[in-house]
């Protein structure tokens, strides 16, 4: 099993970057494919990237790619989520989630993909 902490949120104007981290804890993070979602107030949970177990695969929506970026840090146990020219929609609360399998190359689009989630950090963009 996994325990999965968020930080790094904050308030920033658009056009500002934030680096959100995942910490995780209990077996190493290099076990886990690995995603991060947001939720707005009213909307449903969504999907702003993921990585597999073989770091050279990420997956983003088109709503962020080019903006976001996911890295993992296996050392450290720990995911980040790079986001970049941020804009007052993406105002939401950032969730990372994990779950744990053999196959390398794969990693879900889907929150009910993911078996453990973090608790999640507030990220606000002021226009």
């Known amino acids: 099993q996994v325990q999965l902490v968020e930080s790094g949120g904050g308030l920033v104007q658009a056009g500002g970057s934030l680096r959100l981290s995942c910490a995780t804890s209990?077996?190493?993070?290099?076990?886990?494919?690995l995603g991060w979602f947001r939720q707005a107030p009213g909307k449903e949970r969504e999907f702003v990237g993921a990585?597999?177990?073989?770091?050279?695969?990420?997956y983003y929506p088109d709503s962020v790619k080019g903006r976001f970026t996911i890295s993992r840090d296996n050392a450290k146990n720990t995911v980040y989520l790079q986001m970049n020219s941020l804009k007052p929609e993406d105002t939401a609360v950032y969730y990372c989630?994990?779950?744990?399998?053999?196959?390398?190359?794969?990693?879900?689009?889907?929150?009910?993909?993911?078996?453990?989630w973090g608790q999640g950090t507030q990220v606000t963009v002021s226009s």
């Open positions: 989630a994990a779950r744990e399998l053999n196959l390398l190359l794969v990693a879900g689009t889907t929150p009910t993909w993911y078996d453990y």
């Open positions: 209990g077996r190493g993070v290099s076990s886990y494919a």
């Open positions: 990585i597999t177990r073989s770091d050279g695969n990420t």
